[in-house]
């Protein structure tokens, strides 16, 4: 199994951590080499287009060899290969669900000790992920802006080559309308089949939407943000992409009415979403969250991505018109 209820409460608390820190911790389920999440570095409010990952693991059994005042953490060489040959600074942080305490560790060579068969880092107890060690997170992420750029994009190229092979990829959305702050939930699905959805209320779709014989969706990414106040917003996540409603799923509600349904009646004001009806509206709204749900397309910066990727991974070779 790979995310038990031990881990996924693990993961939850270190996101609110990051969150406090008004960071953009942003979890991935497509991967089980060792990294459950993703981390964008803000300052002042500010996303810079710094990332870290994170390797998370709860539970009291990781606090039980101590060194020192450190905590033994154990893995293999698979792992550690994929640790320090990553694109990214990655953690290792280990949380207690019982005391509540989280502290981290960098993984590179200085913080891995062979064991001959094995692997281990020992990470300090006090380096507790707490505010006063976010500007020594910070400096692990200290690169040139390209390479930032570049890194953004080999974390995003699973869902563009989705979207390559006219696969169906949606965002869901859900905004806070409570909260000043901006709050926001945002989750990423392949959709593999929706094509027969049948008919509910919308109290009974809602609800049961994943558990219907006739849908199948994998969840990509899920994540939280603060400061969304528009949809604008998913352009800084998704700068490959173009959104629109998606249409299949807003129908199935069989009350749903333009006119009537409640909550935010956001408007889009970028032209990428000239053709689609306005206002875009929530399909569900439990007075204190309203939810939309977006399907992705690749606008021609996607288009332009995957023409470069080929030609770095050899599949493709650019064309060159001389004069």
């Given at each position: 199994m790979r995310h038990n209820p031990t881990e996924r409460l693990g993961v939850l608390e270190v996101e609110k951590l990051f969150l406090q820190f008004n960071w953009i911790p942003r979890t991935i389920f497509q991967t089980d080499v060792g990294i459950d999440m993703t981390v964008e570095i803000c300052k002042n409010g500010n996303p810079n287009g710094q990332f870290i990952g994170v390797q998370i693991k709860s539970g009291e059994s990781y606090f039980k060899e101590k060194s020192g005042n450190s905590i033994v953490f154990r893995s293999d060489k698979t792992h550690i290969d994929y640790w320090i040959n990553n694109s990214l600074p990655v953690l290792i942080v280990l949380h207690d669900l019982n005391t509540k305490q989280t502290i981290w560790q960098v993984v590179n060579k200085q913080t891995v000790e062979s064991t001959g068969k094995a692997f281990k880092i020992k990470v300090p107890l006090s380096n507790t992920l707490e505010t006063k060690f976010l500007d020594k997170i910070e400096k692990l992420t200290e690169k040139s802006p390209l390479l930032n750029n570049f890194q953004k994009l080999l974390m995003d190229k699973p869902i563009i080559s989705l979207l390559t092979k006219g696969e169906k990829v949606v965002v869901e959305l859900g905004m806070w309308s409570n909260k000043s702050s901006g709050k926001a939930d945002i989750k990423v699905y392949h959709v593999i089949n929706d094509s027969?959805?049948?008919e509910d209320s919308e109290d009974d779709f809602y609800d049961n939407y994943e558990e219907k014989d006739d849908v199948e969706q994998v969840l990509l990414e899920e994540f939280s943000a603060i400061g969304i106040h528009s949809y604008q917003s998913l352009y800084?996540?998704?700068?490959?992409?173009?959104?629109?409603?998606?249409?299949?799923?807003?129908?199935?509600f069989s009350d749903y009415d333009e006119d009537e349904m409640p909550g935010y009646k956001l408007v889009f004001i970028d032209d990428r979403f000239r053709d689609h009806k306005l206002p875009i509206i929530p399909y569900h709204n439990n007075g204190e969250v309203a939810y939309y749900r977006?399907?992705?397309s690749l606008n021609d910066y996607g288009f332009s991505i995957i023409e470069f990727m080929d030609y770095l991974s050899g599949n493709k070779q650019l064309a060159l018109n001389f004069k």
């Open positions: 027969e959805i049948r800084y996540f998704y700068k490959w992409a173009n959104f629109k409603l998606d249409e299949s799923f807003y129908e199935t977006l399907e992705m």
